[in-house]
């Protein structure tokens, strides 16, 4: 990307892994609008007040970042939730899988089209996904959730093509197990390995990446 100060926005990033995006995009330079449900507990990167399932809260959101800087070089579709552990999938809920979807797949394409217009040609979108939601190698410890990260997936497929029309590039990317509150104390990795890999989409992934699933910059099975 060029050398100017990019503006860049990640959702869910009072906490765990948007947190540290913001954070380290910081520390490269660029501006972290930091949106979250309660800004007031944003600790890097200038809070934004977003309730991702709210339509009033993210037309204002997008209101104020137009108000604020006019564009934005990079959106992040962080938030996200997990409603089932260890359930099985005959045993799902109907409401639970809809109240999964709304969040982690209508709401990621709710924000990519709400924030498009102020994406100059160059923007990136980075959709945070998980390795439950790859076919290839499918995990089956919360249904719901992995059905929709399998949904982001697709999603990004098709955000990346109506991307290349407006010089726009998508990508999804699992950060792996992450010690988070949603991966809790036993996962594997740090919140600064699982923030890793977006940030290089962010900033060092080659230009004509898109519709790509990665994860630490290497490709990943669908």
């Not at 503006?7 to 869910?12: A, I, M, R, Y």
């Not at 990167?45 to 997008?62: F, H, I, R």
């Amino acid at each position: 990307m060029n050398e100017r100060r990019g503006v860049f926005l990640v959702t869910g990033a009072n906490r765990g892994i948007g947190q540290e995006v913001c954070r380290r995009l910081i520390a490269r330079g660029q501006l972290a609008v930091a949106a979250a449900r309660a800004p007031e507990k944003v600790r890097h990167g200038e809070p934004l007040a977003l309730d991702v399932l709210d339509a009033e809260s993210l037309a204002a959101a997008v209101a104020e970042v137009r108000a604020r800087h006019g564009r934005l070089d990079g959106l992040v579709n962080n938030a996200a939730i997990v409603l089932d552990r260890g359930e099985p999938v005959l045993g799902l809920e109907a409401e639970t899988l809809r109240a999964t979807l709304e969040t982690n797949l209508v709401a990621p394409l709710r924000v990519a089209q709400a924030f498009w217009p102020l994406l100059a040609s160059g923007g990136r979108i980075v959709n945070v996904s998980s390795m439950s939601g790859q076919l290839a190698l499918a995990e089956v410890w919360a249904p719901a959730y992995g059905i929709s990260k399998t949904a982001l997936n697709a999603l990004t497929v098709q955000l990346a093509a109506a991307g290349a029309r407006d010089g726009i590039v998508v990508n999804c990317v699992c950060p792996g197990w992450v010690r988070t509150d949603m991966g809790g104390a036993q996962a594997p990795r740090s919140v600064g390995e699982g923030a890793r890999g977006i940030v290089w989409l962010l900033l060092d992934a080659p230009a004509a990446l898109t519709g790509s699933f990665t994860r630490d910059g290497q490709p990943l099975p669908w």
